[in-house]
């Protein structure tokens, strides 16, 4: 591509707000990104590498195609644009019913390249969120995985843990509150130490 | 479904982990409930922020191309605001017209354009820590501070934010956090100085007396 446009200042915000006026170049400023993530969490959740893929450029049409919907008031970009490659890559999964025995080991998806783009920023999320997930009590965290980077829905859940759907709904509030909890103090914490 | 059990499905929903008849008594439900709708946007953050716990994979290049040109290819004929592939003219080049040119209007307009771009140019993304968001400095020090994901200042607290030279702080603007904060700071910025964000108590004091929860990289 050869476009000169620097667009590295702009918020990823200020992004949705120029695809919504079907600029090109914004939509590719946000897939370059936010696309290393969409795709890695992408194979997480399905474990296909072409999968993956699809569900990574519907998440980004639906963008191209929802963007004047977007509204900032409401939630950041990048956890709406996060959102969409989420809910295409679980709708894939239960279409396929390609979902592994075992969700929580994540080392059996192999010939995935790590990142190039990896940034500093993004390494420090990440150990952030997986300390503040290892914080949960197991069955919490256990829940929480499943139905996320598993696509079970609660009543799967519930089957497959062995515990009524009741109490399936209720753990998973509780653990979501708790995560959420968790990752706030800890974004606090972070300066006083540093 | 009990009405206090039904907020409790904002989480499987923030999750997408709802059965599908949960699902739409849910999303009914949303449009009537102030609280659910408050809860689902934290949920949602939370939720995202567990994509950020996988290793992020380099998609193969083709992807790119296939969604960038699909993308094009359903609105092609859509007129952008502003010439989408015009490769901003530097002032020496708008100069060489003017020099050959007869001087109209035209031409006075492109000289007034391009040192536009040249001073937008000049303008410097310095990275920041501890939100996402950029400081936008200009090439006068005029600077605005963009940050979301700060959560709203807590009644009784303001954000505020300072520029701080040779480890002087000196206030700079107060706001509320909120989604997108779009924050323009009243001092100027020099080369060599950094600018911070710290909580303190509403209306703003003149000397930090909290840890920055927002730092940036130096200008
Ligand atoms: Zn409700």
Same mark, same amino acid.
């Given at each position: 591509?050869?476009?000169?446009?620097?667009?590295?200042?702009?918020?990823?915000?200020?992004?949705?707000?120029?695809?919504?006026?079907?600029?090109?170049?914004?939509?590719?400023?946000?897939?370059?990104?936010?696309?290393?993530?969409?795709?890695?969490?992408?194979?997480?959740?399905?474990?296909?590498?072409?999968?993956?893929?699809?569900?990574?450029?519907?998440?980004?049409?639906?963008?191209?195609?929802?963007?004047?919907?977007?509204?900032?008031?409401?939630?950041?970009?990048?956890?709406?644009?996060?959102?969409?490659?989420?809910?295409?890559?679980?709708?894939?999964?239960?279409?396929?019913?390609?979902?592994?025995?075992?969700?929580?080991?994540?080392?059996?998806?192999?010939?995935?390249?790590?990142?190039?783009?990896?940034?500093?920023?993004?390494?420090?999320?990440?150990?952030?969120?997986?300390?503040?997930?290892?914080?949960?009590?197991?069955?919490?965290?256990?829940?929480?995985?499943?139905?996320?980077?598993?696509?079970?829905?609660?009543?799967?859940?519930?089957?497959?843990?062995?515990?009524?759907?009741?109490?399936?709904?209720?753990?998973?509030?509780?653990?979501?509150?708790?995560?959420?909890?968790?990752?706030?103090?800890?974004?606090?914490?972070?300066?006083?130490?540093? | 479904?009990?009405?206090?059990?039904?907020?409790?499905?904002?989480?499987?929903?923030?999750?997408?982990?709802?059965?599908?008849?949960?699902?739409?008594?849910?999303?009914?439900?949303?449009?009537?409930? #102030?609280?659910?709708? !408050?809860?689902? *946007?934290?949920?949602?953050? $939370? +939720?995202? =922020?567990?994509?950020?716990? @996988?290793? /992020?994979? #380099?998609?193969?290049? !083709?992807?790119? *191309?296939?969604?960038?040109? $699909? +993308?094009? =290819?359903?609105?092609?004929? @859509?007129? /952008?605001?502003?010439?989408?592939? !015009?490769?901003?003219?530097?002032?020496?080049?708008? +100069?060489?017209?003017?020099?050959?040119? @007869?001087?109209?209007?035209?031409?006075?307009? !492109?000289?007034?354009?391009?040192?536009?771009?040249?001073?937008?140019?000049?303008?410097?993304? @310095?990275?920041?820590?501890?939100?996402?968001?950029?400081?936008?400095?200009?090439?006068?020090?005029?600077?605005?501070?963009?940050?979301?994901?700060?959560?709203?200042?807590?009644?009784?607290?303001?954000?505020?934010?300072?520029?701080?030279?040779?480890?002087?702080?000196?206030?700079?603007?107060?706001?509320?956090?909120?989604?997108?904060?779009?924050?323009?700071?009243?001092?100027?910025?020099?080369?060599?100085?950094?600018?911070?964000?710290?909580?303190?108590?509403?209306?703003?004091?003149?000397?930090?007396?909290?840890?920055?929860?927002?730092?940036?990289?130096?200008?």
């Amino acid at each position: 591509m050869d476009d000169v446009r620097d667009m590295a200042h702009l918020s990823d915000e200020a992004l949705v707000a120029l695809v919504a006026r079907s600029d090109e170049v914004a939509l590719a400023e946000l897939y370059d990104r936010h696309g290393a993530t969409a795709y890695g969490l992408a194979r997480r959740v399905l474990r296909d590498a072409a999968l993956a893929e699809d569900a990574v450029q519907e998440a980004f049409l639906a963008i191209w195609r929802g963007a004047e919907r977007f509204v900032p008031e409401k939630a950041r970009a990048s956890t709406w644009i996060l959102t969409l490659v989420h809910r295409r890559a679980v709708d894939l999964v239960r279409r396929e019913e390609r979902r592994r025995a075992d969700v929580l080991d994540e080392s059996r998806d192999t010939g995935a390249e790590p990142s190039a783009a990896d940034s500093a920023w993004l390494r420090f999320e990440r150990e952030r969120v997986q300390a503040a997930l290892r914080r949960l009590p197991d069955h919490q965290r256990e829940t929480l995985e499943l139905a996320y980077y598993g696509g079970f829905t609660q009543s799967e859940l519930a089957e497959r843990l062995g515990r009524p759907l009741g109490t399936i709904k209720s753990q998973m509030f509780a653990a979501l509150g708790t995560l959420r909890e968790i990752l706030e103090s800890a974004e606090r914490e972070s300066w006083q130490t540093t | 479904m009990a009405n206090d059990l039904i907020h409790e499905l904002t989480a499987g929903y923030a999750l997408h982990a709802l059965d599908p008849q949960d699902e739409s008594e849910y999303v009914e439900h949303l449009a009537t409930c #102030e609280r659910c709708r !408050a809860e689902l *946007a934290a949920f949602q953050e $939370t +939720a995202g =922020a567990l994509a950020l716990a @996988v290793d /992020p994979v #380099e998609p193969p290049p !083709a992807l790119r *191309a296939r969604i960038l040109s $699909t +993308a094009r =290819a359903e609105r092609p004929n @859509v007129v /952008p605001l502003r010439p989408r592939w !015009a490769r901003p003219r530097t002032l020496a080049a708008v +100069a060489a017209v003017a020099a050959c040119a @007869v001087v109209g209007l035209g031409v006075w307009n !492109a000289v007034l354009h391009s040192q536009l771009s040249a001073s937008r140019s000049a303008l410097q993304a @310095v990275g920041i820590k501890g939100a996402n968001g950029s400081l936008v400095v200009g090439a006068d020090g005029q600077a605005t501070l963009v940050v979301t994901g700060l959560h709203r200042a807590r009644t009784g607290k303001t954000y505020e934010a300072w520029v701080i030279q040779n480890g002087v702080p000196q206030s700079a603007a107060l706001f509320d956090g909120g989604s997108t904060s779009v924050v323009r700071l009243g001092p100027r910025v020099p080369k060599g100085a950094i600018v911070a964000v710290t909580v303190e108590r509403a209306g703003g004091v003149t000397k930090p007396t909290t840890t920055p929860i927002v730092v940036s990289a130096r200008v």
